[in-house]
């Protein structure tokens, strides 16, 4: 992929993320919790998605993707504990998706949402340098 092409899909990422947790950030103030936990997980997809393009690591899986990020940004310390967000993303938005009553809070939810602002803004930092 030409530089250009792939600085343009980055930008379109992060932009996407910005959107998309936006629209968490609606559902939640509707307590649409569900609704919620699936945009912040998407939305954090899209910023890793990003890294991932960054480095031109290419997967055809959530869970590969997971694996990445953990491996090359978590274990490294390239970015802090609040990237365990999007682990924790990735779990409750399975569980909101899949279990027929998710144990889902306000508070708990809104927590999630908070942290991934946090990492959002750690991911475009390392993305815009």
Same mark, same amino acid.
Request: net charge positive; aromatic share 8%; charged share 25%.
């Given at each position: $992929? ?5 600085? /343009?899909?980055?930008k379109? %990422?992060?932009? @996407?993320?910005?959107? *998309? &947790?936006?629209?968490?950030?609606? $559902?939640?103030?509707?307590? $649409?919790?569900?609704?919620? +936990?699936? %945009? ?5 997809f @899209? ?5 991932? &393009?960054?480095?031109?690591?290419? +997967? ?9 990020? @953990?491996?090359?940004?978590? =274990? ?5 504990? #609040?990237g365990? #967000?999007?682990?924790? /993303?990735? #779990? $409750? %938005? ?5 279990? *027929?009553?998710?144990d889902?809070?306000?508070?708990? #939810?809104n927590?999630?949402f908070?942290? /991934? &602002? =946090? ?11």
């Amino acid at each position: $992929m030409k530089e250009e092409d792939k600085k /343009a899909l980055i930008k379109y %990422r992060l932009q @996407n993320t910005t959107e *998309i &947790l936006t629209e968490a950030k609606l $559902m939640l103030e509707n307590k $649409m919790l569900k609704g919620g +936990c699936n %945009r912040i997980y998407y939305a954090l997809f @899209n910023a890793v998605h990003g890294l991932a &393009l960054k480095d031109e690591f290419s +997967c055809k899986t959530h869970s590969g993707l997971q694996t990445y990020f @953990n491996k090359n940004y978590l =274990k490294t310390n390239v970015i802090s504990s #609040v990237g365990d #967000v999007y682990n924790k /993303a990735l #779990v $409750m %938005r399975g569980e909101s998706d899949y279990q *027929i009553t998710p144990d889902l809070t306000q508070n708990v #939810v809104n927590e999630l949402f908070d942290n /991934a &602002l =946090k990492l959002q803004e750690e991911i475009t930092k390392i993305l815009n340098k």
